[in-house]
C-alpha cells in the first residue's frame, strides 16, 4: 500500500507568487481533506471531499486558496497570491466512507519569502 | 463549541513514568475521539481512539479514559519509552468524516 502520495515535500516560492501542491489518496478511499499545521494555530481542516465533490471548504482562509478534485485519484491546492503568512506544512489525508481513521500524507513544508 | 482543547503545550517525562494529556469538548454531538501521533517530518498516524459509550480503552501501553459527563478525555503512557518522544494530537469528530484536532502535546520522554 502507497499509503498518500503528497508533492512536493518542500516548495520555497516568493510572495505574490502562485503555489500549487499536489495529493494523490489512497486507492479506494472516496474521502480527502486538506489540512495546514502552524506552531501558532495547530492542525486547522481547510476543506474536504467526498466522491470528489467538495463538501466543507469553510476552514478555506480566504479567496487566494481553492482546491479542486478533478477525479478519485488526484487533488490539488492552490494558493493564489501567497504571501508569507501562508507559510505552513500542509498535509492531505484520506479515508474510506465507514471508517473513521483519516490516513495522513507527509505533508508540504511551504515557505513563502 | 467546535472546538477541543488540550493541555499541557508540552511533557517531559522519565523513562519508565507515566505521560498524561488531556483534551476537552463542548458539542455533545462529536461521538468519535481519536488520538494521533505525529514524529518530526511525518504526518500524523492514528494511535488510538474511543467512543462515548465506553469510558476507557487500552491498547498495548496506550489507555484512553472518557469523561462523557464532563466532556473530557485523556491519553495515559504507560512505561513511557524514549521511542514515545512525538507530538500528540486529541481529535473530536462532529461527524462522518471530519476531525476537530486540539493544538497538540510535544512529549518528550528523557533516559
Partial sequence: ?113 | QQQVKQSPQSLIVQKGGISIINCAYENTAFDYFPWYQQFPGKGPALLIAIRPDVSEKKEGRFTISFNKSAKQFSLHIMDSQPGDSATYFCAASPLRGKLIFGQGTELSVKP
Fill in chain 1, 1 to 113: 500500500d502507497a499509503g498518500v502520495i503528497q508533492s512536493p515535500r518542500h516548495e520555497v516560492t516568493e510572495m505574490g507568487q502562485e503555489v500549487t501542491l499536489r495529493c494523490k489518496p489512497i486507492s479506494g478511499h472516496d474521502y480527502l481533506f486538506w489540512y495546514r499545521q502552524t506552531m501558532m494555530r495547530g492542525l486547522e481542516l481547510l476543506i474536504y471531499f467526498n466522491n470528489n465533490v467538495p463538501i466543507d471548504d469553510s476552514g478555506m482562509p480566504e479567496d487566494r486558496f481553492s482546491a479542486k478534485m478533478p477525479n478519485a485519484s488526484f487533488s490539488t491546492l492552490k494558493i493564489q497570491p501567497s504571501e508569507p503568512r501562508d507559510s505552513a506544512v500542509y498535509f492531505c489525508a484520506s479515508n474510506a466512507g465507514g471508517q473513521d481513521t483519516q490516513y495522513f500524507g507527509p505533508g508540504t513544508r511551504l515557505t513563502v519569502l
